[in-house]
């Protein structure tokens, strides 16, 4: 369980206002923080981390890391981190990355297999593609096997084909090493796949809280439309079946037939339309 009840003061587009949060986070929790910039999101990770002051109290499985008493240093938080900025080492090699994090060969050796880097763990990184790099910083985040594993917008910079299979490796190892994680993320695509909470932030306050697809979903449009977009899940209700899909920075579901279904796979680009307020999807080639 971790607990959070902090007050720190920010200064956001429209003046001053107070970071005040008071929630309780499961273990194992993977939650993610959505909300306009400048909202709060990412000082609250640095408040978590130790990076940043904050008046209140946080405890971590009844570890105190902060109080009016006490700021437990970043060192010792058992904290793992993965940002936009991948903040390798250029001048040693993958493996050596994540060994200088920890030395366990063998848990390296493990994170690199599971990510599908193990045949590049010889390669520098300035040789690497941005997915590859950003898997990188995932194992680094594992090597200590922390209790929370802090994540500000770490996929921003991917295309959705890679963010997926990384959103995929990072849900693996994020159930495997039992870690709670909290998630910066404008993607509603991506917290639908990987968040099993999501707290929208709106100056410094919580104005949403729950499963992501009831916040997420919770708007209708009967307007007339026609948007690209792809396909974040498919879903069977009774006897119908529901896609998923991610129009920029929303999510529409759309009753399909059974046909359509069989034809569609998660990650497909389409193009959602209506004719007479029917929705028809079109793949994308």
């Not at 971590?60 to 936009?84: A, H, M, Y």
């Not at 880097?117 to 096997?145: D, H, I, N, Y």
């Not at 909470?197 to 697809?213: C, F, Q, S, W």
């Amino acid at each position: 369980m971790i607990h959070i009840d902090i007050d720190k003061k920010l200064h956001g587009a429209t003046g001053e206002f107070h970071l005040n949060l008071n929630i309780d986070i499961e273990k194992n929790d993977f939650i993610a923080l959505s909300g306009k910039s400048g909202s709060g999101k990412s000082t609250l990770l640095r408040v978590l981390s130790g990076l940043e002051s904050a008046s209140g109290d946080i405890s971590v499985d009844e570890t105190t890391w902060l109080s009016s008493k006490k700021n437990l240093p970043t060192q010792n938080r058992e904290i793992g981190f993965v940002f936009q900025e991948y903040a390798l080492f250029e001048n040693m090699t993958l493996l050596d990355n994540l060994l200088y994090v920890k030395k366990d060969r063998e848990l390296a050796e493990y994170l690199l297999e599971v990510t599908e880097l193990q045949e590049l763990k010889r390669r520098a990184p300035s040789t690497l593609s941005g997915g590859q790099k950003q898997r990188v910083a995932l194992c680094r985040a594992f090597m200590k096997k922390p209790k929370l594993l802090l994540m500000d917008e770490p996929l921003s910079a991917l295309d959705p084909k890679m963010r997926l299979k990384l959103q995929s490796e990072m849900l693996k190892l994020h159930k495997e090493f039992n870690t709670t994680t909290i998630m910066v993320s404008h993607d509603p695509s991506e917290i639908y796949n990987l968040a099993s909470r999501v707290l929208v932030l709106e100056e410094g306050k919580i104005v949403a809280d729950g499963k992501p697809k009831d916040v997420l979903l919770k708007n209708s449009s009967s307007q007339k439309f026609s948007f690209r977009g792809y396909v974040v899940d498919i879903i069977k209700v009774d006897v119908i079946y529901v896609a998923v899909v991610s129009i920029g920075q929303e999510l529409v579901e759309v009753v399909v037939s059974s046909s359509e279904a069989k034809n569609l796979t998660v990650g497909e680009s389409i193009t959602i339309g209506t004719k007479a307020f029917s929705p028809i999807i079109r793949v994308n080639h």
